[in-house]
T-cell receptor, first 112, second 110 residues
Framework: EADIYQTPRYLVIGTGKKITLECSQT?????MYWYQQDPGMELHLIHY???????EKGDLSSESTVSRIRTEHFPLTLESARPSHTSQYLC???????????FGPGTRLLVL | GQQLNQSPQSMFIQEGEDVSMNCTSS?????WLWYKQDPGEGPVLLIA?????ELTSNGRLTAQFGITRKDSFLNISASIPSDVGIYFC??????????FGPGTRLSVLP
């Protein structure tokens, strides 16, 4: 079983608010990822990190930002939430050689 | 960019039937992964494949790494109601991030 955690699991927030979605893993994985997924649809990579102080934008443009100050922690921040940000956000991690990728349970975000 | 296609897009089967689905790519991959996702949850890793021609089982699930390295297959034998969900394939070329397919939606009728 994967040891990767996300909080909160569900978040309802008003337009314009700043939010941070938390993701942490206890597997010592170098690589971490954030995906955005609408219900039942494809996963879109929005950010990834190959290690501490390394962050890159993914394939899907996103207004969110990420940081990687500690190996185990990869938070995602939206400075000003909008209804178009309503979606499920999935965090994942993989080891140095990317043999596998494990996902957290996701955060379902609703922006009113 | 790399793209994955999954077939079928959705399927409805009777409980007890076997299920087959596949994933194809325009690129050669070194790793294939298969995931199952329940509504509102994150994808759960089912099977990982690392070598062309490799056949790997996990209980009633069997997956194969295609010999051309551009496809992979997942079979579920004797389906049960809890098999319902979306099955995603993911492939990776050396030095690249994983690419995910659009998913196959499985419904199991009692």
């Amino acid at each position: 079983e994967a040891d990767i955690y996300q909080t909160p699991r569900y978040l309802v927030i008003g337009t314009g608010k700043k939010i941070t979605l938390e993701c942490s893993q206890t597997m010592g994985h170098d690589k971490m990822y954030w995906y955005q997924q609408d219900p039942g649809m494809e996963l879109h990579l929005i950010h990834y990190s190959y290690g501490v102080n390394s962050t890159e934008k993914g394939d899907l443009s996103s207004e969110s930002t990420v940081s990687r100050i500690r190996t185990e922690h990869f938070p995602l921040t939206l400075e000003s939430a909008r209804p178009s940000h309503t979606s499920q956000y999935l965090c994942a991690s993989s080891g140095t050689y990317q043999e596998t990728q494990y996902f957290g349970p996701g955060t379902r975000l609703l922006v009113l | 960019g790399q793209q994955l296609n999954q077939s079928p897009q959705s399927m409805f089967i009777q409980e007890g039937e076997d299920v087959s689905m596949n994933c194809t790519s325009s690129s050669i991959f070194n790793t294939w992964l298969w995931y199952k996702q329940d509504p509102g949850e994150g994808p759960v890793l089912l099977i990982a494949l690392y070598k062309a021609g490799e056949l790997t089982s996990n209980g009633r699930l069997t997956a194969q790494f295609g010999i051309t390295r551009k496809d992979s297959f997942l079979n579920i034998s004797a389906s049960i109601p809890s098999d319902v969900g979306i099955y995603f394939c993911a492939g990776r070329s050396r030095g690249q991030n994983f690419v995910f397919g659009p998913g196959t939606r499985l419904s199991v009728l009692p």
